[in-house]
């Protein structure tokens, strides 16, 4: 069912509850692909009745950030939701999400000082506002999120903690195409060439896994080498190389712990971002 009223949505909820359901919910910004695919499939797996929300939601894109030209196509979402098991497909206008005058805004401060938070200063803010209304409006037992944006699955998971939100948030691994591109929906951005020099995020990345997982741990080294690697191709610009805590997300000097490994990379006007997390053993 196609719903797009926040009140339509509300009243089936109410039902699902009184039959004692248990409902998932599946986040998204729609043009969806299997990375999305696979956390309906979860959600579908875990729960009795799934929500997947496709919501191109404004306030998480800066000003020369592509809200506008961010791909759509509500119809072939909805056939894919669907298919893949879920019950309800949320789409509703901004108009409705943000009411007029709206003025609350949610700073999950420290999680965002580092990586994409340093990059896209607004976009946290906007992730958490729409997430917390979406966490409101279906209440679910639990909601699905990629580690592709790792940073936004600590995010999310820490201001859930803070804001006491009885929601189990449940991060799902990153899908890859054939060739180790980790699938994105601004993939159909890139070109025939730039789809090509693309593959240059997962390739510098398993470098560095395969230099950490031969023990050597050092964080200038291993950035110096994803760095070096993105630079031998032409057209790609670095945003971050970042090594960091993978709980409170600052920068390490030493690898002691678990540690995120994440790069954001402009492939021509594409901007792409991929990581994997080292675990240190004793
Ligand atoms: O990951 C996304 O697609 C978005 O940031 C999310 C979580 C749906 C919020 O708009």
Redesign the pocket.
Known sequence: MLVKEIKSLRNIIKDWKKTGYSIGLV????FLHEG?QSLIKKAVKENDKVVV?V???PT?FGPNEDFNSYPRDIEKDFKYCIDSGASVVFNPSSEKMYLKGNCTTIDVSGLTDFLCGSKRPV?FG??CL??SK?LNIVTPDKAY??EK?AQ?LAV?KRMVKDLNIDTKIIGCPIIREKDGLAKS?RNTYLSKEERKTALVLNESLSLAKEELAKGNLDVKKIKELITSKINSEDSTKIDYVEIVDSETLQPVEHIENSVLVASAVFIGKTRLIDNFTFQFDI
């Open positions: 986040p998204t910004m729609g999305h929300s919501f191109v939601n998480q976009h906007g992730v729409v997430v979406l999120f990629g944006d936004q999310i929906s």
